[in-house]
């Protein structure tokens, strides 16, 4: 099961190139997380400037979490193991146990390597005497697990956890990520910039207005961003194969300056 969601360092299919608009962060993630990973020696020596191991990226959903852990992981030359909590909350408490230790016994191994857990707080919310008994327990192990790494100087393993409810967190588990990124909502500018990553290889018209399709496209997330295009693209495809179908031979080129009002049109 585990070995299903692991990917070594050489077959991580996403970069810094990939990720648009978020250079701030990147920066902070490459002195704060990349560097003591790469520079492990001088960070190890004292116990105040240990890696941290246990990192927290919080914001809405679509806005790059997943492909900002795996990022670093590629660019720290990590291996990803993209951790599935339903697997962990399963009744049979027995085996869930057996697959944390599997898991954490893995990275070990495999280290340095990034522990990827999406929507980390519906496994690791704030206890309450109501959780199932497996559950509390579970949570409880995976702890003792974790701690296991901290306490571990040499140890190039990181947690990190992704979460739009980071309040809903146990305090425990915030505390073992005292690295905590937000990956918020795209601004304008940054919704420009994603549209031009996502469009940069697309035949689109050469006068695309990306400041006036960043100023249509106010709420949207990274996601809606990519879903947007690609129903623009399809949009432009049918309509050509349409055109393409009634013209049979006597085929007429199909200019392309109309896409930019179709995709304005799609974004409405
Ligand atoms: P969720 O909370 O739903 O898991 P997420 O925050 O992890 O979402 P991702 O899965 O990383 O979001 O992003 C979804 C898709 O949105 C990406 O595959 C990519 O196509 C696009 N995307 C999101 N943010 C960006 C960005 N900053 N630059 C480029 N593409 C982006």
């Given at each position: 099961?585990?070995?299903?969601?692991?990917?070594?360092?050489?077959?991580?299919?996403?970069?810094?190139?990939?990720?648009?608009?978020?250079?701030?962060?990147?920066?902070?993630?490459?002195?704060?997380?990349?560097?003591?990973?790469?520079?492990?020696?001088?960070?190890?020596?004292?116990?105040?400037?240990?890696?941290?191991?246990?990192?927290l990226?919080h914001g809405?959903?679509?806005?790059?979490?997943?492909?900002?852990?795996?990022?670093?992981?590629?660019?720290?030359?990590?291996?990803?193991?993209?951790?599935?909590?339903?697997?962990?909350?399963?009744?049979?408490?027995?085996?869930?146990?057996?697959?944390?230790?599997?898991?954490?016994?893995?990275?070990?191994?495999?280290?340095?390597?990034?522990?990827?857990?999406?929507?980390i707080e519906?496994?690791?919310r704030t206890?309450?005497?109501?959780?199932?008994?497996?559950?509390?327990?579970?949570?409880?192990?995976?702890?003792?697990?974790?701690?296991?790494?901290?306490?571990?100087?040499?140890?190039?393993?990181?947690?990190?956890?992704?979460t739009n409810r980071p309040q809903d967190l146990d305090k425990?588990i915030q505390?073992?990520?005292?690295?905590m990124?937000h990956?918020?909502?795209?601004?304008?500018?940054?919704?420009?910039?994603?549209?031009?990553?996502?469009?940069?290889?697309?035949?689109?018209?050469?006068?695309?207005?990306?400041?006036?399709?960043?100023?249509?496209?106010?709420?949207?997330?990274?996601?809606?961003?990519?879903?947007?295009?690609?129903?623009?693209?399809?949009?432009?495809?049918?309509?050509?194969?349409?055109?393409?179908?009634?013209?049979?031979?006597?085929?007429?080129?199909?200019?392309?300056?109309?896409?930019?009002?179709?995709?304005?049109?799609?974004?409405?």
């Amino acid at each position: 099961i585990i070995a299903s969601q692991l990917v070594v360092p050489d077959e991580i299919n996403v970069s810094w190139k990939d990720i648009a608009g978020l250079d701030h962060l990147i920066q902070e993630l490459r002195e704060t997380v990349i560097l003591p990973i790469q520079k492990r020696d001088l960070f190890s020596d004292s116990r105040l400037t240990q890696p941290p191991k246990g990192v927290l990226l919080h914001g809405p959903p679509g806005c790059g979490k997943t492909l900002i852990a795996k990022a670093t992981a590629k660019e720290a030359n990590m291996s990803f193991i993209n951790l599935d909590v339903s697997l962990l909350t399963d009744k049979w408490y027995g085996e869930t146990q057996k697959l944390a230790a599997a898991v954490f016994s893995l990275a070990v191994k495999l280290q340095p390597c990034i522990v990827f857990i999406d929507e980390i707080e519906s496994f690791l919310r704030t206890r309450t005497q109501h959780d199932h008994e497996a559950t509390a327990m579970m949570k409880t192990q995976f702890m003792s697990l974790w701690d296991g790494l901290i306490t571990d100087p040499s140890c190039t393993v990181i947690i990190m956890g992704a979460t739009n409810r980071p309040q809903d967190l146990d305090k425990a588990i915030q505390r073992r990520m005292p690295a905590m990124f937000h990956v918020p909502m795209p601004s304008e500018q940054q919704r420009d910039r994603i549209l031009r990553l996502i469009l940069h290889a697309e035949p689109t018209a050469e006068d695309i207005d990306f400041s006036r399709l960043a100023m249509a496209t106010e709420g949207f997330s990274g996601s809606d961003l990519h879903e947007l295009c690609r129903q623009a693209a399809v949009y432009r495809v049918r309509d050509l194969a349409r055109q393409q179908l009634d013209q049979s031979n006597d085929s007429q080129q199909s200019n392309n300056t109309d896409s930019e009002d179709e995709f304005v049109d799609a974004v409405r």
